[in-house]
């Protein structure tokens, strides 16, 4: 268990929909990163929080947002859903801003 | 682009067997990290390199950083069933944006 709880585990929406997946970090740490991971493009990263702020921003869509709340919780909000949104989406934690980072277990994203 | 790639991409080898597996790239990081991902899972930290040339072991895992802190690679002796996983090497690029290699995809023949 790497202390990251990520809900739901598993998620079926359709197309067109919108959906919010939810992270809570390891006890005391302060940076949340979310990844996008499917089959042909690898473990891809999303956008990182620290402490509130958002810290870094990778390959994330417009149709894509995330927040981290006061009690660090982080949330990743995805819009518009297509099909090739369907994927496994990973939060991770790490303490202050290492990149070394423990992840929860993942939502897995069904877009029919 | 900074880029990590891994090779190989699949691995299949019989128990007992040693093997290494190598993430390469053009640009300097300032560390790297390696993970190891079961199907169903989350990545799980294996280990920090962070000083070129530097050389770390977990057990029977022997981990190394290039002394121009562009590559690394991890040696596994005598491998075991349980060693089978999704290898990933990491570090944060440029932006602080973290790159993730496609990951060697490892199994160990029983």
């Known amino acids: 268990d790497s202390g990251v709880t990520q809900t739901p585990k598993h998620l079926i929406t359709a197309t067109g929909q919108r959906v919010t997946l939810r992270c809570s970090p390891r006890?005391?740490?302060?940076?949340v990163y979310w990844y996008q991971q499917s089959l042909d493009q690898g473990l891809q990263f999303l956008i990182q929080?620290?402490?509130?702020?958002?810290?870094a921003k990778g390959n994330i869509l417009e149709r894509f947002s995330a927040q981290q709340f006061p009690d660090l919780h982080s949330e990743l909000n995805l819009s518009s859903l297509e099909l090739g949104d369907s994927a496994l989406y990973f939060c991770?934690?790490?303490?202050?801003?290492?990149?070394?980072?423990?992840f929860g277990q993942g939502t897995r994203l069904t877009v029919v | 682009t900074q880029l990590l790639e891994q090779s190989p991409q699949f691995l299949s080898i019989q128990e007992g067997e040693n093997l290494t597996v190598y993430c390469n790239s053009s640009?300097?990081?300032?560390?790297l990290q390696w993970y190891r991902q079961e199907p169903g899972e989350g990545p799980v930290l294996l280990v920090t390199?962070?000083?070129?040339?530097e050389v770390k072991k977990l057990k029977r895992l022997t981990f190394q950083f290039g002394d121009a802190r562009k590559d690394s690679s991890l040696h596994i002796t005598a491998a075991q069933p349980g060693d089978t996983g999704l290898y990933l090497c990491?570090?944060?690029?440029?932006?602080?944006?973290?790159?993730f290699g496609k990951g060697t995809r490892l199994h160990i023949l029983p």
């Open positions: 991770a934690s790490s303490v202050g801003d290492r990149p070394e980072a423990f």
């Open positions: 006890s005391g740490d302060l940076s």
């Open positions: 929080y620290y402490n509130g702020e958002e810290r």
């Open positions: 640009s300097v990081f300032s560390s």
């Open positions: 390199v962070v000083t070129g040339g």
């Open positions: 990491a570090g944060a690029g440029r932006d602080d944006k973290i790159i």
